[in-house]
């Protein structure tokens, strides 16, 4: 008796207690993110996670951690989203590993060689980091700082950092700020814009890795390539210009009609593929900054998925993922490897500060530095 009565009351006990409410699982993104991964506090500085959506349902998620673009959902031939750039899921990601994946890069994009610029008459050292010369800005380039970041509507983010005078050895207190605006046409369209104190120089670009097949365990050598310009920068075999401008015409640098990317690149009888491990050079743009002009195309064969680059830059850097060795995992745990995705990076020239007659990186007070770069995707 005493045991039934025991049994009744821890039911009615049960009964009475009231439900805990469940807590509802965070929404993710379409490509599989949650913002609380990138929700983190670096030296004093608060990182966040920001989704673009337009009218036809693609998406674009960014980090104001080093102005990364995270993901792109784009639709391929069969109208199935696809993510078409590699990066990692979460801020942790990227701060575990140097890397330079969607990053905004500055303040001077590419190679200053030994390091050194000249401006006003004064002759500045910048870290070398990259076989004695300065790359992306240093080893804390932009891709390592923390942008103040505002959202004024769902299809628009706009990132701002102060670059002061002395950081990384440049001079100038460098006001920047970079509008990402993804467009109703499919288009991602970054728009960047600069100002100085002190004349300085500066090359802003973005570094996204893209892979249109949608899976980035794949190489990007089947990838049609084609580049609107008859000429490059050739380098030498610390992937420094030499000052010269070679025509591509007869050579494996020739993409004036689509080509695929793996049919020479590893042709290293021709020296240049031997200096860049590939390709990993300088285009000299025959559209001279129209920005109403293609001046690259890219297209998977598997997906359909095509990008076509427009730039005010007078040059564009083709980089084939050739350093990519499989230490890095990335987004859903895929591991990255050689040559699985393509940078296209907007550009005045590599070393332009020491290299007269070519297009001017110079900053001066009172003017503004203004560059455009537009992703746009279709489907062929």
């Excluded at 390592?144 to 440049?170: C, H, R």
């Excluded at 490059?232 to 695929?260: E, L, N, R």
């Excluded at 793996?262 to 020296?271: E, L």
């Amino acid at each position: 008796m005493n045991r039934l009565i025991g049994l009744i009351a821890l039911v009615a006990i049960v009964a009475c207690t009231p439900k805990q409410k469940e807590t509802p699982e965070e929404p993710s993104t379409l490509s599989g993110l949650k913002r609380s991964n990138f929700q983190s506090s670096l030296n004093g500085d608060s990182t966040d996670l920001f989704v673009l959506k337009n009218a036809n349902g693609m998406e674009v998620t960014v980090t104001n951690y080093g102005g990364r673009i995270v993901s792109v959902m784009v639709p391929d031939k069969n109208g199935t989203l696809q993510d078409v750039v590699l990066g990692f899921d979460s801020i942790q990601g990227y701060t575990s590993v140097s890397n330079n994946l969607g990053a905004t890069i500055g303040r001077y994009g590419n190679r200053i060689a030994n390091g050194k610029i000249k401006v006003g008459g004064v002759e500045y050292q910048l870290p070398q980091n990259n076989y004695g010369h300065t790359l992306h800005g240093g080893p804390e380039g932009y891709d390592t700082k923390v942008f103040k970041a505002v959202q004024p509507d769902s299809q628009t983010v706009v990132l701002t950092y102060l670059s002061k005078d002395g950081e990384a050895g440049f001079p100038g207190n460098l006001d920047v700020k970079v509008t990402m605006n993804l467009t109703n046409d499919n288009a991602i369209d970054i728009q960047y814009e600069a100002e100085t104190d002190k004349e300085t120089v500066v090359n802003l670009t973005n570094h996204s890795y893209f892979n249109l097949s949608g899976n980035p365990g794949n190489t990007i050598l089947d990838h049609l390539l084609t580049i609107n310009a008859d000429e490059y920068t050739p380098v030498d075999d610390t992937f420094m210009t030499t000052g010269k401008i070679d025509k591509v015409k007869g050579t494996p640098m020739d993409f004036t009609v689509a080509t695929p990317i793996g049919q020479r690149i590893d042709d290293t009888t021709f020296v240049q593929l031997k200096n860049g491990k590939g390709y990993d050079h300088n285009w000299v743009l025959n559209t001279k900054g129209d920005i109403s002009r293609v001046a690259a195309t890219v297209v998977s064969p598997v997906t359909g998925i095509q990008l076509d680059v427009y730039t005010s830059e007078p040059g564009l850097q083709v980089y084939t993922g050739n350093f990519l060795d499989g230490s890095m995992t990335g987004k859903k745990g895929i591991v990255y490897n050689r040559r699985n995705a393509i940078c296209l990076e907007s550009q005045k020239y590599p070393d332009s500060p020491n290299k007269p007659g070519w297009p001017s990186p110079y900053l001066k007070p009172g003017e503004k530095y203004t560059s455009r770069c537009i992703y746009k995707f279709s489907v062929q």
